[in-house]
């Protein structure tokens, strides 16, 4: 796993918008936020920047407008920044987190009942695999 520094929460926000476009210019996805966000288009350029810099985006150029692109996929930030959150927060252990996700955050019926049936089809894999 390469180690690349944690997004902010604005660096997040603008590598989401990117991540939906594929590719895109500061200009693309800065109209890509909505007029009520109130996100500055050298924001947004600064973002992009920093998240080249990190290494989260490539960048191309065609003449001489900048086409960023996503270099690290969305699942791969999701799986780093939770994992960095566990370690901090939880010193590794995973049960905490879930717990606190499952009875703070309001977790509906419909997304109980399908953690209950994930839940039963991992218990019986492990099972299987015993």
């Known amino acids: 796993m390469t180690e690349r520094p944690a997004l902010s929460k604005g ?14 210019t500061v200009r693309e996805v ?22 080249e810099k990190k290494g989260y985006v490539n960048v191309k150029l065609d003449g001489r407008t900048r086409i960023y692109s996503p ?7 999701i799986r780093e920044t939770v994992d960095d959150l566990v370690d901090r927060l939880f010193a590794g252990e995973t049960f905490p987190l879930m717990q606190h996700l499952i009875e703070d955050r ?7 009942d399908a953690l209950k049936t994930l839940l039963d089809q991992l218990t019986e894999e492990r099972d299987a695999s015993e």
Do not use: C
Not at 30 to 51: M, N
Not at 71 to 77: A, G, L, W, Y
Not at 106 to 112: A, G
């Open 11 to 24: 660096e997040m926000e603008v590598a989401r918008a990117l991540w939906g476009l594929k590719h895109a």
């Open 71 to 77: 270099r690290v996929k969305p699942r791969t930030v």
């Open 30 to 51: 800065f109209e890509s936020f909505p007029k009520s966000r109130g996100i500055d288009f050298t924001t947004v350029q600064t973002y992009l920047r920093r998240l």
């Open 106 to 112: 309001n977790v509906s019926r419909q997304d109980l």
